[in-house]
C-alpha cells in the first residue's frame, strides 16, 4: 500500500510539473492511460505502475506538417480517397492535403512523446524518478503526431466532421473521443449545432459513443460518381 501511495504521488508531481511547464494558448495538455492487456491486469500487482502519460491537443493549423500527416494516414490504412482507384490506401497529394488543410473550419491534432507512453514508476522505488524525462512539454516540431481530426464549414448553419484517425499504437486509450468532442465543442461555441459525420459502417459506435445519431430525416450520404448514367 505504502508503495502504490509512493507511485501516486508521484504521478501527482509529474502531472503538476508538465502543466506548469506549459502556457500555449493554442495546445491543451490532456493526460492518457495506457493500454492494459488482460494478462498484464491480472499480474498489475506484480507489475510497475504504468502512469498516466501527457498527450498536447492543438487546434492551430500551423502544427500540421501535411507530410507527417500523410504519413499518420498510411500508418493508420486510412484513404482520403471515397472511390479508390487502386486496392489499399492511395497515397495522399500533398499538395491537396495542404489545401484541404487551409480550408478547414476547424483543425485538431495530438502530439506526444512516444517515450512517455512507456514509461513506468517501480513499485519498489521509494524516490520519485521515472524512467522517461516528462518534465519537457511535448513540441509540435519535435515530437510526434498521433491523431488528428477536422471538420468543414459554411460557418452559419452546417458543419461535417472528417478524417479523424489516431496512431494503431495509441487506439483504444480515449484519444480519438477527445479529438471528436474538441471538433464538436468548437463548432457549437460558433453556434453551429447542425454537426455531421462522415463515417464507415464500422465507425458508427464510434461516433455513436461520441453523441452522434442518426438524423430526424434518416439520411444516408451519397457521393458523386464523377459519371453519370
Known amino acids: 500500500m505504502a508503495a502504490m501511495g509512493v507511485a501516486a504521488q508521484t504521478q501527482l508531481q509529474l502531472e503538476k510539473r508538465v502543466s506548469e511547464g506549459f502556457s500555449s494558448k493554442s495546445m491543451e495538455l490532456k493526460w492518457v492511460s495506457p493500454r492494459i492487456s488482460k494478462s498484464s491486469h491480472l499480474e498489475k500487482t506484480k507489475k510497475p505502475l504504468r502512469p498516466l502519460f501527457p498527450i498536447y491537443i492543438s487546434t492551430d493549423p500551423l502544427h500540421v506538417d501535411p507530410h507527417r500527416l500523410r504519413d ?8 482520403t480517397q471515397r ?16 489545401i484541404a488543410l487551409s480550408h478547414s473550419a476547424v483543425v485538431v491534432s495530438v502530439f506526444c512523446n512516444l517515450r512517455h507512453v512507456n514509461a513506468v514508476v517501480p513499485y519498489h522505488d521509494n524516490s520519485s524518478s521515472l524512467v522517461a524525462d516528462f518534465f519537457t512539454p511535448v513540441s509540435p516540431s519535435r515530437d510526434q503526431l498521433v491523431g488528428f481530426g477536422r471538420a468543414v464549414s459554411d460557418y452559419g448553419l452546417t458543419a461535417s466532421i472528417y478524417d479523424v484517425v489516431v496512431s494503431p499504437s495509441l487506439q483504444r486509450m480515449g484519444i480519438g473521443q ?4 474538441k471538433i464538436a465543442r468548437l463548432l457549437t461555441n460558433r453556434d453551429i449545432y447542425d454537426i455531421a459525420a ?4 464500422n465507425e458508427r459506435l464510434f461516433f455513436k459513443a461520441c453523441g452522434f445519431g442518426d438524423d430526424i430525416l434518416h439520411s444516408t450520404t451519397m457521393m458523386y460518381r464523377r459519371t453519370v448514367p
Open 72 to 79: 499518420l494516414f498510411a500508418d493508420c490504412n486510412y484513404s
Open 198 to 201: 462522415l463515417c464507415s459502417e
Open 83 to 98: 472511390f479508390p482507384t487502386r486496392p489499399g490506401p492511395e497515397p495522399v497529394d500533398i499538395h491537396k492535403l495542404r
Open 178 to 181: 477527445m479529438i471528436v468532442k
